[in-house]
């Protein structure tokens, strides 16, 4: 471990756990909408729109080990050519 964190928010399922070593192309969980989830023009979704799949996203944020948080320009250098794959 380099001593990042990467956390991933508002999931449906997550199938790893806290310090697990993640591999390429490995199925760490399915994206979702829970927590505060906010439509497209911000108004907050209602529980029937949030059951039909309105709002489903996924938030990716890092932190650095010394507890500072990485700029999305940041993240997108360390990912480089690799890529989050929907499913």
């Known amino acids: 471990s380099d001593g990042n964190e990467l956390w991933l928010s508002h999931l ?4 790893v756990t806290s310090g697990s070593k993640i591999n390429a192309g490995q199925l760490i969980g399915t994206q979702g909408n829970t927590g505060s989830v906010l439509g497209g023009s911000g108004e907050k ?10 709002g489903t996203h996924l938030d990716l944020t890092m932190k650095k080990p010394n507890g500072q948080y990485y700029t999305a320009r940041e993240v997108a250098a360390l990912l480089g ?6 499913t």
């Open 12 to 15: 449906d399922s997550i199938n």
């Open 45 to 54: 979704l209602t529980k029937q729109q949030v059951a039909q799949g309105r």
């Open 81 to 86: 050519d690799q890529r989050i794959q929907m």
